[in-house]
């Protein structure tokens, strides 16, 4: 009889044994699951990390070199400035003006030559395509009285030189740029466009107009030109540039621990609005001055505006690439050439664009 209900209840306790045994496996794949997910999401977080700001993410924001200063630093002084008439000159009263651009090219007193090569060739150019161009050049003291005086001569007689008083020196160029773009944010409107160049660059002003129409009508779609132009670089890194230990442009690690630096313009010719070199200057006063001019202007100063200003004054991508953008198919060029050869260059190149249709307008040039 016993026998019996042994036989009776066995399928029963085998069914529980089978469920029982089936939802401990099930509990074991769902914690399997569950840590999977928990892996994936921990993964996720590290390697998308939650930073505060572009300070942050480059670890850049307990760097002694970048610690705010306690009070902002002063003006820049000039001894000679440049005469430009911010209205439209008669002579340019017919021609359709879109933009209008200051070119601010970094000079040394001792290169008169290079200075005039440049006002003989595309500096003499006041319009091109649709944009108005002014060019002056950035030059800090000369050695000697004598020297400054000629500085005062050409001045007078050309009327483009903004003279910085400060020592020339070549830590000092990224500080003569600052200083331009102190000057072009009190001279002229936010919708003017503000470029840094070398006085040995040869420009490609068809690329550079066309690039700069293309990101107008783009940046006009976000509902302001001013606000959403980026620095347009002529040279810039891909990525993010390597931290020279050695050589011309050598960093010590004690200095700046990083291997790379942020995304930036190389120094020999980038733009922006007049509106961003303003912030960029304003924000450059309340950190300490970093002798590489494209590092600490387009690198270091950018990410600072970026973190400080997207929101009300500026309508750019939060990351890395945060207000910065290349020129596309560029022909511009460093030429360490003589003047004459320099001249001879840029003239080959006004003659192929007005053979494809450009439109220049130039002025007349005193020959010394």
């Not at 331009?180 to 919708?191: K, V």
Request: net charge positive; glycine share 6%.
């Amino acid at each position: 009889m016993r026998f019996l209900r042994i036989l009776i209840a066995l399928p029963v306790l085998l069914t529980v044994t089978a469920v029982i045994g089936l939802y401990g496996g099930l509990l074991k794949i769902k914690s399997s699951f569950d840590s999977l997910a928990m892996n994936i999401q921990n993964a996720g977080t590290m390697h998308s990390p939650n930073y505060k700001n572009l300070f942050e993410m480059y670890d850049l924001t307990d760097l002694a070199m970048l610690k705010p200063l306690k009070a902002p630093k002063g003006d820049f002084e000039f001894l000679l400035t440049p005469n430009i008439t911010v209205e439209v000159p008669d002579y340019l009263f017919e021609k359709d003006i879109v933009l209008s651009i200051i070119v601010a090219i970094k000079s040394d007193y001792r290169r008169s030559k290079e200075r005039q090569a440049i006002r003989e060739s595309w500096g003499g150019m006041r319009y091109f395509n649709g944009m108005r161009i002014h060019v002056v050049f950035v030059i800090a003291l000369a050695g000697t009285k004598k020297e400054n005086r000629a500085m005062k001569a050409e001045s007078i007689k050309f009327e483009d030189i903004l003279q910085v008083s400060m020592k020339e020196t070549y830590r000092g160029i990224g500080l003569k740029v600052l200083a331009a773009m102190q000057w072009a944010g009190s001279y002229f409107g936010d919708d003017w466009l503000y470029f840094s160049g070398d006085d040995d660059i040869l420009p490609d002003f068809g690329v550079l107009v066309s690039n700069i129409n293309t990101l107008r009508q783009q940046s006009l779609k976000s509902g302001s030109f001013q606000k959403s132009f980026p620095i347009h670089c002529a040279f810039r890194h891909v990525g993010e540039p390597k931290v020279h230990r050695a050589g011309k442009w050598v960093v010590s690690p004690s200095e700046y621990p990083g291997k790379h630096y942020p995304a930036m313009c190389l120094g020999g010719f980038y733009g922006m609005t007049v509106k961003l070199a303003k912030a960029i200057y304003n924000a450059s006063r309340h950190y300490p001055y970093f002798r590489h001019e494209d590092v600490f202007i387009t690198g270091f100063m950018r990410l600072a505006v970026c973190d400080s200003h997207l929101e009300n004054e500026f309508h750019f991508s939060n990351d890395k690439f945060c207000a910065i953008s290349s020129i596309r198919n560029s022909h511009f060029k460093h030429l360490n050439v003589l003047p004459d050869e320099y001249k001879n260059r840029w003239f080959k190149r006004e003659k192929e664009m007005r053979y494809n249709g450009a439109d220049i307008v130039k002025c007349n040039i005193t020959f010394i």
